[in-house]
C-alpha cells in the first residue's frame, strides 16, 4: 500500500466533513455484511474505514468511488460510524489531487457541464426549459402556492420528462398556483458533492438560493428525492430555510384535501421501490404506499428488500455518471426481486432509480413483463382515466 497524503490532512478533511466517528470502529465487518456491493462482487467499506482511521487511504483505487451512499452500513453501525462522511472526505482528497481512476474519468465532463450549464448531461442552460413547449406553464411569480423545482433529469432526460409532464398535469387538475424557475434554475448539486467536489456544490447551491430568495420562494415541490434532500438537509448549511416537499408527499396531500379524487381504475399487481435518499435517508416510506393505495383496483406486493432495507438501484454518490459492468449492476438484483413478488409494475420516485430500472429492463429482456413508472405517472393514470369514465 502506498502513502499518497500526508496522515494530518486525511484525518482533519474527515473531521471537517463531520466523519469523525471513524475512529470508534471496532472492525466487526457488518458494514460490509449488508452493503450490496456484496451481492455482485467483493468490496470492504469496513477496509476504508480503517485506512481512513491511519490516515493512509489508497487515492488511486476504484473501490473508493463504488459507495453509492445509499445509507444501510451507517444505519446498521453498531459505533455510529459515518462511512459516506469518510469515503466522501477520501473523494475529496482524490479530486483536489485529480485522481479519477479509469470508470470515474466521466465526472470530470459531469463536473465541467454543471460548471457551464449547470446541469451534469452535457445541455445547454438555455433548453432547460424546452420540454415545457406544449405544456403552457407559467414563470414563477412571487404569491404563488408552490415553486415546481424540475430539477436535471425531468428537464433534459426524454424518459423523464414523461414524468414531468404528469406532475404538470396533476398540478393543473389539482388547481395548483404553482410556477417553474425555467432556464434560471441549476442542479442541486447532492450528486457531485458526493464526488468530492465542493466548490462545484457550494457554487450551484449558492447560484439556487439567489434564485430562490431573488423570486420570493418560500414553498418548494420537488421530483427528485437527491433535490429533497440537499434542499432540506444540505442548504441549511448557507443559513437559509425553504419548505420544501417531495412530490410523494405532495400528491398524499392534494388526496387529502379532497383537491385530487383517483376514481379512475388501474388494475395491476405493483411494488414499490424505496429510493435511498427518499426512504432511508429522509424516512419517507409511507406517504408514497398511501398514494398508491388511493388508486382503485391497484394491488400493492412488497419486494423482499422494502423500506428500511430497500435495495439501492446503483445511482447514487455520483454512481449515475459512472460505468458499471454487467453483472455488477443492483438494478438487475431489484427487477428480479419485483418479479418474484408477482408484479407486473414496478413504481419508484427517483430518476436515478427509474433511469437504472429501465436500462436493466432492456439488457435483461424484460420489456414484455415488467413496467417501469414514476408515482406521478400512475397517478396521472388513474386521474386521466376517471376523466373519461362518466
Ligand atoms: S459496522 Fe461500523 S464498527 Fe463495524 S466495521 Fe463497519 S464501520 Fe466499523
Ligand atoms: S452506504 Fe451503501 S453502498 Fe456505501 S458502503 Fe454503505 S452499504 Fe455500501
Known sequence: METVSPITEIIDEIKKSGGEAFKYCYQCGKCDTVCPW??????????????????????EIEDLWRCTTCGLCPSQCPRGVEQIEVGVAIRRIASN?????????????????LTTDGNPLGEDRNKRDA????????????GMEILYFVGCYYSYDPRMRKAAAATVGILKKA???FG????????????????????VFKALAKDNIK???DNGVKRILVSSPHCYHTFKNEYSEFMVHFDVVHISQFLLELIEQGRIELTGEVKKKITYHDPCYLGRHNGIFDQPRDVLKNIPGLELVE???????SLCCGGGGGRIWMDTPKG??????????????GAEMLVTACPYCISNFEESRLALGDEETLEIKDITEIVWASLKESEETP
Do not use: H
Not at 417553474?180 to 466548490?199: A, F, M, P, Q, V
Open 131 to 142: 420540454w415545457t413547449k406544449d405544456l403552457s406553464i407559467k414563470p414563477f411569480a412571487e
Open 97 to 113: 489531487y485529480g485522481v479519477f481512476p479509469g470508470s470515474v474519468r466521466a465526472i470530470r465532463t459531469v463536473r465541467g457541464s
Open 211 to 213: 434564485t430562490f430568495i
Open 175 to 177: 388547481g395548483v398556483k
Open 303 to 309: 419486494m423482499r428488500n422494502n423500506r428500511q432495507n
Open 38 to 59: 456484496n451481492l455482485v462482487t467483493d468490496f470492504s467499506i469496513r477496509k476504508i474505514v480503517r485506512q481512513a482511521t491511519l490516515g493512509l487511504p489508497e487515492i
Open 328 to 341: 455488477q449492476r443492483f438494478a438487475d438484483l431489484r427487477l428480479a426481486q419485483a418479479k418474484e413478488a
Open 180 to 199: 417553474i424557475l425555467g432556464n434560471k434554475e441549476s442542479c442541486c448539486g447532492e450528486s457531485i458533492r458526493k464526488t468530492g467536489n465542493e466548490d
